[in-house]
């Protein structure tokens, strides 16, 4: 089902004010306090209509320690409360989010078509010079997921259009983006530091996994998003790919990555979670958690966009899809 009634607020302005709340907006760059990062329509095969969906930024971290409130609208009546509202017509999409600590946030979009995965390409590229100039006339060579420390993870975002506006937003520490074009970036594995816009330090992470949420709005609603990972210094035969990120499998020899789906625990302590108990698996009975879709396979975005929280995950079971 398809509507391509115009995006009315889809803001990639800074925060104007509506009353006493701010307007949906994706500014700024860096994930720090508590907002909205996008909202829109998803597609789901549980459900005969595309549901209202939303990525919340909890302001405390990657993870929800309590649960955010979502309030929908459709047209200026109530649509429903929580994940997976149906919408099957009407124009106008709106929410207003509350934190635990009773701060609200409200946006609204246009109906329109349902967001897709994220499926990103890499390559690697040597960035010495940060410069937009240079970096367009550098050539990257193809990887399956990682690059080696010291090189970037140009990435390639297939699903986006050249008349799409896109915003990236990263967390505190977690390398630089730096855009090519509409469809693509330079992400680095450092940490840039700038004065009057030149760069005079970088520090390298080292070996690490980075994660960034990339948001592009086409104008009709048909908003697309998700985390995109990046992998330094790790060897993609221990990365698996699920959407946009990136699972590190390291000591998983027996692991059989055709079976298309892989079960672990989740475990989270001092704002980090981690993943063990590693297995291949072809069915759902592995999973334990309840707060994603019923039947379907868990996806990795629920843990940071406020549909899971920490005690809804922690030590439980998922299974995920992975390519």
């Keep these: ?94 929410l207003t989010v509350t934190s635990p600590s009773g701060e609200s946030l409200e946006g609204f979009v246009s109906v329109g078509d349902g967001a897709l995965p994220i499926f990103p390409t890499r390559e690697a590229v040597v960035v010495e010079d940060t410069s937009i100039e240079e970096r367009r006339s550098l050539t990257g060579s193809p990887v399956s997921a990682g690059v080696q420390v010291g090189e970037a993870s140009r990435t390639h975002l297939a699903s986006f259009q050249g008349s799409d506006r896109v915003r990236w937003m990263s967390p505190v520490d977690s390398g630089e983006v730096l855009e090519l074009d509409v469809a693509s970036a330079d992400i680095l594995g450092d940490t840039l530091t700038l004065e009057d816009g030149e760069v005079v330090d970088r520090a390298s992470l080292g070996v690490a996994i980075t994660s960034h949420f990339v948001v592009a709005v086409d104008g009709l609603g048909g908003n697309h998003w998700g985390w995109v990972d990046s992998s330094f210094g790790l060897d993609d035969s221990v990365l698996f790919r699920h959407e946009g990120r990136l699972i590190d499998v390291s000591g998983e020899d027996s692991l059989d990555m055709s079976v298309g789906m892989l079960a672990f625990t989740l475990n989270f302590s001092d704002g980090v979670v981690e993943y063990t108990d590693f297995e291949s698996v072809s069915d759902l009975a592995e999973q334990t958690v309840t707060c994603g879709v019923e039947s379907q396979p868990f996806r990795l975005e629920w843990i940071n966009s406020g549909r899971c929280t920490t005690a809804d995950l922690d030590t439980e079971r998922v299974v995920i899809e992975i390519w």
């Design 1 to 94: 089902m398809k509507w391509t009634s115009q995006t009315l607020i889809l803001s990639l302005l800074p925060v104007v004010s509506l009353g006493c709340r701010p307007v949906f907006s994706v500014y700024p760059d860096e994930l720090s306090q508590f907002r909205i990062m996008s909202i829109g329509l998803e597609d789901n095969s549980a459900f005969p209509c595309p549901v209202a969906s939303a990525v919340i930024w909890s302001g405390d971290g990657e993870f929800h320690s309590q649960a955010v409130s979502l309030d929908w609208s459709l047209d200026g009546e109530p649509l429903g409360q929580g994940w997976d509202q149906q919408v099957c017509g009407g124009d106008l999409l709106s």
